[in-house]
């Protein structure tokens, strides 16, 4: 059973750019969820999507926006990148939403300069 | 302005001891919890988790003891090997129930490096 795929592993972006960042869960898994980790805040919730849908939110500025497609893959978009963003961008599926296990992804770690 | 990193607590141990790594969690109404440990370059791995209505539950060479009063959480690895060394990171999950359905999300804690030496 494959497990929560990110694309791409590494990517390198100049400040005032927007990039997009994939997630495909594991099959079956329908929630997904999104973690920012750093070495100044740790890993922090970012947002969850069920069903194409957003449910919970963590408090981060507009500028970081998410979607979930009809097969559950899900993208996060950051826009008009800042320094500060550079983190490890980790991804979690879940078999529903709510309280169950989340498995994670190896995560994209995004560098903007 | 010079940021300032997490200065995670560090457990060194010999290898064949047990471990012991703790954690506090925020939130009283969380009802399930999860440890995950995290090896370098990956994404955090599930070890094993346990649920509000539960003290104690063990897994393969581990086990998670849930305190509620004190809101303490506490993963003991038995006969620690070179291969546990990573970071060990407690989450707790509160699911908020609105019209039927659950919102859940991890908050994390800070992190424990665990190095197992030979």
Known sequence: KAGVTQTPRYLIK???????????????????????QTPGQGLQFLFEYFSETQRNKGNFPGRFSGRQFSNSRSEM????????????????????????GYTFGSGTRLTVV | GESVGL?????????????IINCAYSNSASDYFIWYKQESGKGPQFIIDI?????????QRVTVLLNKTVKHLSLQIAATQPGDSAVYFCAENWAQNAGG?????LTFGQGTILTVHP
């Open chain 2, 7 to 19: 200065h995670l607590p560090t457990l060194s141990v010999q290898e064949g001891d047990n471990s």
């Open chain 2, 101 to 105: 359905t659950s919102y859940g999300k």
């Open chain 2, 51 to 59: 649920r509000s209505n539960m003290d104690k539950r063990q897994g």
């Open chain 1, 14 to 36: 100049t400040r005032g750019q927007q990039v997009t960042l994939s997630c495909s869960p594991i099959s079956g898994h329908r929630s997904v969820s999104w973690y920012q």
């Open chain 1, 77 to 100: 978009n950051v826009s008009t990148l800042e320094l500060g963003d550079s983190a490890l961008y980790l991804c979690a599926s879940s078999v529903s939403e709510g309280n169950y």
